[in-house]
Every structure is written in structure tokens, then in C-alpha cells.
């Protein structure tokens, strides 16, 4: 059985919304809306757009970070306003609320996991917009339940069959891809920590970087492989931007050297 946490009021907001427009802001405010003393947590807004893939590693990346009861959103949606389900998940001791296409794809392979099918009708939710799922459905459902207004149980029917997708970096070599550039240049792959061993770097544009324990055990400038926070393996430039110094992105070819 699995057994629901009382919510702790902290909400986390996960979104392909960039910092331009005011969409975010709105999407606080709903938040804030349905419970004015939620504490927000901005997990990141630069998704790329409708990126259901890169969205579903960091959500992976926030598995375990947070406290029980944290009531996480994901609005990566490109099948906004269509027939597409929208998901309130309990798992790893948190919600999770997003759209039905795969960006819950690691959330779901907790060994207890309760995943619902959002039924705003019946929770009185009329969206204002078939466009904004995100503002009208998501943040007010996720303030009332970081409130504990509502209980997850009453947020819709449950199912066994919610969309999965492959998430990037859980390969263990010896080949594998570029699937995020960070803010700092960092080409991190989905080659996860098993593809490390007994490797002595990583193959990318026809260079090698050495594997090393942390960015510090090489001078500035020089290029390294290392398991990075993403639990992935990553090629950097110690000081500066591996995309940059190589001239490549996502989708580029990384392979694994070993001994």
C-alpha cells in the first residue's frame, strides 16, 4: 500500500516557458492563488521547447532533492489543449503533476507509485484557456494540495498505463549522445556512472577527455570527462565551454575510451 505524505508546502515549478514572457510569473501567481503561503522552488525554465526528453532528466534530477510532501509541476506540454491526459503521480515521498507524455517516464519507476488522471470538472477547475493548462489546471490543483486543501486520492481515477518515454542517461556505453548543454558549456551525455568503469575518457569530435574525479584536478582551459550532479557522464573545460572549445550540441556522438 502506498502510503501518502502530508504535504509540506513547498511547490516546485519545471517549465519550457524561457524568462522572456510572463508566463511563469502567471504560473506562480496561480500557485500562490490557491495558497498564498506556499514556498516556491523554480527547478528550471529553460527547457527547450516542448522537450519532453531533456524535461524528463530533470525530473530525474530532482528525485529524492526535495522534502516529503513537495508538490512538484512539470509544464513541458506540446499536446496542450488535445485529448492528451494531465497526471497527478505519488511517488518517491512527493506529487508530481504534468501532462501525460512521458516527462514523468523516472517518477513512474519508483517501486510504489500511485498515478492519477486529473479530472478538473469534478475538482470545479473551468481552464480559462486550452492553451495554458499550466496556470488554469496544474499550479491552482498543486496550491490546494501543498495546503492540503484537497487530498491526492480525490484529484481523479487511477490507472496503470501512463505514457513513458526513454530517459536519457542510463546508458552504460560504449557509445552514446549529447543530450543537454548547460549553462556553462558542459556537454553532459546519457551515458550514465556504469559507463565509467575501467574507462579512461570520453571520445567527442575526434578528441579525447580524460576521465577525472572533479573539475579542479586539471588547470583551466583543459578538457575533462567526469560524472557530473546528473548522476551522467559529462565532457567539460575546466574554466570555460566544452560546446564552445569543440563546436558541437546536442545529438553529437560520445564514445567511451577505456584501458
Keep these: 500500500m502506498n502510503v501518502l505524505p502530508p504535504p509540506c508546502g513547498v511547490v516546485t515549478l519545471l517549465t519550457d516557458f524561457g524568462s522572456r514572457d510572463c508566463y511563469v510569473g502567471t504560473l506562480e501567481g496561480a500557485v500562490l492563488k490557491a495558497h498564498v503561503g506556499a514556498r516556491i522552488v523554480h527547478l528550471g525554465h529553460a527547457i527547450p521547447a516542448q522537450d519532453v526528453s531533456t524535461a524528463a532528466l530533470h525530473v530525474d534530477a530532482a528525485i529524492d532533492r526535495f522534502p516529503t510532501g513537495t508538490v512538484h509541476v512539470v509544464v ?109 558549456g558542459n556537454l553532459i551525455t546519457d551515458l550514465g556512472p556504469n559507463a565509467a568503469s575501467s574507462a579512461r575518457g570520453l571520445v567527442v569530435a575526434d578528441t579525447e577527455a580524460p576521465l577525472v574525479g572533479t573539475y579542479g584536478e586539471r588547470g583551466t582551459g583543459e578538457l575533462v570527462a567526469l560524472v557530473d550532479s546528473f548522476d551522467r557522464l559529462e565532457v567539460a573545460v575546466v574554466g570555460g565551454s566544452a560546446a564552445e572549445r569543440l563546436g558541437v550540441g546536442v545529438g553529437t556522438a560520445v564514445r567511451v575510451l577505456h584501458d
Excluded: K
Design 76 to 184: 513541458v506540454d506540446p499536446g496542450v489543449g488535445t485529448e492528451r491526459r494531465m497526471l497527478a503521480v505519488s511517488a518517491h515521498g512527493c506529487y508530481w503533476i504534468a501532462p501525460d507524455n512521458g516527462v514523468l517516464s523516472a517518477v513512474l519507476d519508483a517501486d510504489r507509485v500511485d498515478v492519477r488522471v486529473l479530472d478538473p470538472e469534478r475538482l470545479g477547475i473551468r481552464p480559462a484557456s486550452r492553451t495554458f493548462h499550466g496556470r488554469d489546471v496544474f499550479a491552482p490543483i498543486a496550491g490546494r494540495l501543498a495546503r492540503g486543501q484537497i487530498g491526492f486520492g480525490a484529484l481523479g481515477l487511477r490507472i496503470d498505463d501512463p505514457v513513458r518515454v526513454s530517459v536519457p542517461g542510463r546508458g552504460a556505453g560504449p557509445e552514446g549522445r549529447v543530450v543537454l548543454v548547460d549553462h556553462f
